[in-house]
């Protein structure tokens, strides 16, 4: 069975410092990892995502993600936050092949980005 | 692109009414189509994948008599909470996936917020 862990349920940044918000998975195989936010009454957005090649994957909004295979991460990070970042952040895995279309999600950051 | 549109938004409605939730694709086909709810704070519980011209493939514990979905064209797929209760109160949000291949993407619509009094 596959699993997302976001250990942090809450993340407070100041404006103009690096964020970064943790994942780790577990997957059978290689994973196919995703980061969606979320602001307040509306559905996901896809931020970026992980298949194959290069472990730092860049994404929309200036946020971009490190895969680590050792160590079964895949931290979102971001050089500079906004205060316009502030919103909830889903980690989701599944499995590159087999495993059928079924997104594993993470229980989400709250991130809070303040002046 | 690939945009998906949720309606409506919000429901408010009495114990024991029907609600139909649509799902569309507007800039994409979608041969499979999911139906996440999200409580408050918490994270997504996929319900069930809806398969174009098929049954859809229910999660463990939903009720599929209670949730129907109907995933009739390509771009267009439907939930209805049947008999609605106070406990089926909940966010419910619906995803698309463009193409053939698994390897896109999920898009999500903006969710519907349903109150049953």
């Known amino acids: 069975a596959q699993s997302v862990a976001q250990p942090e349920d809450q993340v407070n940044v100041a404006e103009g410092n690096p964020l970064t918000v943790k994942c780790t998975y577990s997957?059978?195989?290689?994973?196919?990892l995703f980061w969606y936010v979320q602001y307040p009454n509306r559905g996901l957005q896809f931020l970026l995502k992980?298949?194959?090649?290069?472990?730092l994957v860049k994404g929309s909004y200036g946020f971009e993600a490190e895969f680590n295979k050792s160590q079964t991460s895949f931290h979102l990070k971001k050089p500079s936050a906004l205060v316009s970042d502030s919103a909830l952040y889903f980690c989701?895995?599944?499995?590159?092949?087999?495993?059928?279309?079924?997104?594993?999600f993470g229980t989400g950051t709250q991130l809070k980005v303040e002046l | 692109g690939a945009v998906v549109s949720q309606h409506p938004s919000r429901v408010i409605c009495k114990s024991g009414t029907s609600v139909k939730i649509e799902c569309r694709s507007l800039?994409?086909?979608?041969?499979?189509m999911f139906w996440y709810r999200q409580f408050p704070k918490k994270s997504l519980m996929l319900m069930a994948t809806?398969?174009?011209?098929?049954?859809?493939?229910?999660e463990q514990g939903v009720e599929k008599d209670k949730f129907l979905i109907n995933h009739a064209s390509l771009t267009l797929s439907t939930l209805t909470v049947t008999s609605a209760h106070p406990e089926d109160s909940s966010f419910y949000i619906c995803?698309?996936?463009?193409?053939?291949?698994?390897?896109?993407?999920?898009?999500f619509g903006d969710g519907t917020r349903l109150s049953i009094l």
């Open positions: 989701a895995v599944r499995p590159l092949t087999g495993g059928g279309n079924k997104l594993t």
């Open positions: 992980y298949i194959t090649g290069d472990n």
């Open positions: 809806s398969n174009e011209g098929s049954k859809a493939t229910y």
């Open positions: 995803s698309a996936r463009p193409g053939q291949g698994t390897n896109q993407p999920q898009h």
């Open positions: 800039d994409f086909q979608a041969t499979t």
């Open positions: 997957v059978s195989g290689n994973p196919y």
